[in-house]
T-cell receptor
Framework: AQRVTQPEKLLSVFKGAPVELKCNYS??????LFWYVQYSRQRLQLLLR??SRESIKGFTADLNKGETSFHLKKPFAQEEDSAMYYC????????????FGAGTRLAVHP | GAGVSQSPSNKVTEKGKDVELRCDPI?????LYWYRQSLGQGLEFLIY????????KSGLPSDRFSAERTGGSVSTLTIQRTQQEDSAVYLC????????????FGPGTRLTVL
């Protein structure tokens, strides 16, 4: 079965501290992995995807197929990073539906 | 340009009534998705439309739920005989095609069933 697990409901850090939001997936093939973010009173939006291998707003995520993980990292958190973060995958098979994790709320304190 | 729009933004209804939720995708996007965001279930896929192909309805939770996409553009999600467990935020997204293109989400419709 396809599943995305985000073990932390809430991650609370101070400004300037490193951040790692954990994501593990279960999928037998080669999924495509995404991180979506939802800031307060804004719509859900794509943050980054593993095939792009790019850094967005200082965030990076590396796909580790051995550990079936796609953790999101940022070396120095900013207050404006406070938001809800969702890890998601699209499986192969011709359909584009996203399978989301439960989400992690990141709170960055001054 | 304009993003995905949804209406209404909020809907309060009584148990047993039918509701219709509307989604206007980004112009030119051939793929359209409905998701539901609820406290107990998180974000879950409901239905997917791609061009003129038959929709993927595999995520619809019951036969009270149905959706249409007219003219390859606007979509309507209909919930018949609403139940309290239908209370959630219903999100619509669209993408340029049915491959792994970026999905752009609308602001959602918050449905409350009393």
């Amino acid at each position: 079965a396809q599943r995305v697990t985000q073990p932390e409901k809430l991650l609370s850090v101070f400004k300037g501290a490193p951040v790692e939001l954990k994501c593990n997936y279960s999928y037998s093939g080669s999924p495509e992995l995404f991180w979506y973010v939802q800031y307060s009173r804004q719509r859900l939006q794509l943050l980054l995807r593993h095939i792009s291998r790019e850094s967005i707003k200082g965030f990076t995520a590396d796909l580790n197929k051995g550990e079936t993980s796609f953790h999101l990292k940022k070396p120095f958190a900013q207050e404006e990073d406070s938001a809800m973060y969702y890890c998601a995958l699209i499986g192969s098979g011709g359909y584009n539906k996203l399978i989301f994790g439960a989400g992690t709320r990141l709170a960055v304190h001054p | 340009g304009a993003g995905v729009s949804q209406s209404p933004s909020n809907k309060v209804t009584e148990k047993g009534k039918d509701v219709e939720l509307r989604c206007d995708p980004i112009s030119g996007h051939t793929a359209l998705y409905w998701y539901r965001q609820s406290l107990g279930q998180g974000l879950e896929f409901l239905i997917y439309f791609q061009g003129n192909s038959a929709p993927d309805k595999s995520g619809l939770p019951s036969d009270r739920f149905s959706a249409e996409r007219t003219g390859g553009s606007v979509s309507t999600l209909t919930i018949q005989r609403t139940q309290q467990e239908d209370s959630a935020v219903y999100l619509c997204a669209s993408s340029l095609s049915g491959t792994s293109d970026t999905q752009y989400f609308g602001p959602g419709t918050r449905l409350t069933v009393l």
